[in-house]
């Protein structure tokens, strides 16, 4: 089978496949993309911002074509594709509007006679690996802040969008991006080593596993390149109290079930307090009975989505049976389809051993794992009990109560009675084992410049 291709996840079947990249092919590229680089330095940042802006009037133009690619690509629903679609091209406008601004020389105090002034300048060729779950928006946040402060992108994305990743390169070179300024590579494990080895390359950014982090992280460290890696999450969602409990409940579990549970920053770990935990659990049960598989493109009342893969979903499976074994229980759902399909029902589980592998494992599926805690001190331990340190959320009827316990939360991205806050003005990243560096707001556009100092003497 052809590595990178284009295969239905709810048919198995595979619709078309393409070549993987030659070594001459990735030689090509990175001269290409340096080439560019020295002259796409140069335009003033007001004329790439209106080439990035001429991206996302793109986006918009083509927005059903574009949400029908991935959907058929990675299964999430037409509906949640357009939602993607939207979102990407929401980042790309916001960096085309607000980049030049982020990025404008600053002046500082200096007790030196003279004038001390801190610019922002691009540093050359930038290497972007993304993942499947989000195949637009993974790439938005990286390229259009990049492009804007005149970077230049090479971009590997996952085996299975290969055909989104081509549109998105088309994409570029229509908006007026010059050829080789912007490109999609069909590259191997090896061939991304050796890009980042290249001199041409000054920088990397990593969406994707803990493993594949460490690895890409190395190969960065090891070259002296920088890097922005983007991990996993086992993110809290801790539920202290609620005026209504079941719409705690249907708002944790649709977000937990959002593109099949396939989110950095999900809320994989549900800790509710001992006096609602059973209501609460009742009605993520409720919203789990009677679901049935469905076509992603054509989604019906009460149906789901496969996930990106056959293989994804037998993962999800085996780590659902693995807290089975250890002593975890299954309320509702876990069920994995017969044949090539790749559905897996949404699932809730409970009474996860702490003692136990599963405990620390995160599910990259519809599975709504819920935790029963006595104390908002509790609470607080078993949310800060993890590797990951992506996101998390606190949620009460007692905003002060909330605050308390999500200022301490150990993670990139704490919020007070929402899941998850998230627009192209707002800043993503995590701690710990989630990674380092930041995508997205204003600070987005600062992780691959430049930040020189230049001294004027008086």
Not at 99 to 117: C, H, L, R, V, Y
Not at 190 to 210: C, F, K, N, Y
């Amino acid at each position: 089978m052809s590595k990178y291709r284009v295969q239905n996840p709810a048919t198995g079947e595979i619709l078309e496949t393409f070549e993987a990249a030659t070594d001459a092919q990735i030689e090509a590229a990175l001269d290409a993309a340096d080439t560019v680089y020295k002259e796409w330095r140069e335009r003033s940042v007001q004329e790439r911002a209106a080439v990035v802006k001429r991206v996302a009037e793109l986006f918009a133009e083509r927005r059903e074509e574009l949400a029908r690619l991935i959907a058929l690509e990675m299964g999430k629903s037409i509906a949640e594709s357009l939602d993607e679609v939207d979102f990407a091209t929401q980042i790309i406008d916001y960096y085309a509007v607000h980049g030049p601004s982020f990025i404008t020389d600053s002046e500082i105090p200096s007790t030196i006679p003279g004038k001390a002034i801190v610019e922002h300048l691009p540093i050359g060729t930038l290497l972007g690996v993304m993942p499947w779950n989000f195949p637009y928006y993974q790439v938005a946040r990286f390229a259009a802040p990049n492009l804007v402060l005149g970077n230049t992108i090479l971009l590997k994305h996952a085996d299975i969008c290969a055909r989104s990743a081509l549109t998105i390169q088309e994409i570029m070179e229509e908006a007026g991006v010059p050829v080789g300024g912007y490109q999609n590579v069909f590259a191997s494990h090896g061939q991304i080593a050796t890009m980042i080895a290249d001199p041409r390359v000054q920088g990397v950014s990593l969406t994707g596993s803990e493993r594949a982090g460490a690895i890409i992280g190395a190969q960065a460290g090891e070259h002296l390149k920088k890097c922005v890696l983007e991990l996993g999450g086992i993110d809290p969602m801790v539920v202290l109290d609620a005026a209504d409990v079941a719409a705690v409940a249907k708002e944790a579990w649709d977000f937990r079930v959002y593109n099949a549970g396939q989110v950095c920053n999900s809320n994989k770990r549900l800790i509710v307090m001992d006096d609602i935990y059973d209501e609460f659990v009742a009605e993520l049960v409720r919203l789990a009975e009677g679901l049935r598989p469905g076509d992603q493109l054509n989604l019906g009342e009460g149906e789901y989505v496969p996930l990106s893969s056959r293989a994804a979903a037998e993962t999800v499976d085996a780590q659902v049976r693995g807290a089975v074994a250890e002593g975890a229980r299954v309320l509702a759902g876990g069920v994995l389809a017969e044949g090539p399909s790749a559905h897996y029902a949404p699932t809730v589980l409970v009474d996860v051993p702490r003692d136990s592998a599963s405990y620390a494992e995160e599910i990259f599926g519809p599975v709504a794992t819920v935790y029963r805690v006595s104390s908002d001190a509790e609470a607080l331990e078993l949310a800060n009990d993890c590797a990951l340190g992506l996101g998390g959320s606190v949620f009460s009827a007692d905003e002060a109560r909330a605050a308390r316990v999500a200022s301490r939360l150990e993670v990139g991205m704490a919020h007070v009675n929402i899941i998850a806050a998230e627009s192209a003005e707002i800043p993503f990243g995590g701690v710990k084992r989630s990674g380092f560096g930041r995508e997205m707001g204003p600070i987005g556009i600062g992780e691959f410049a430049n930040k020189r100092l230049y001294f004027v003497a008086k």
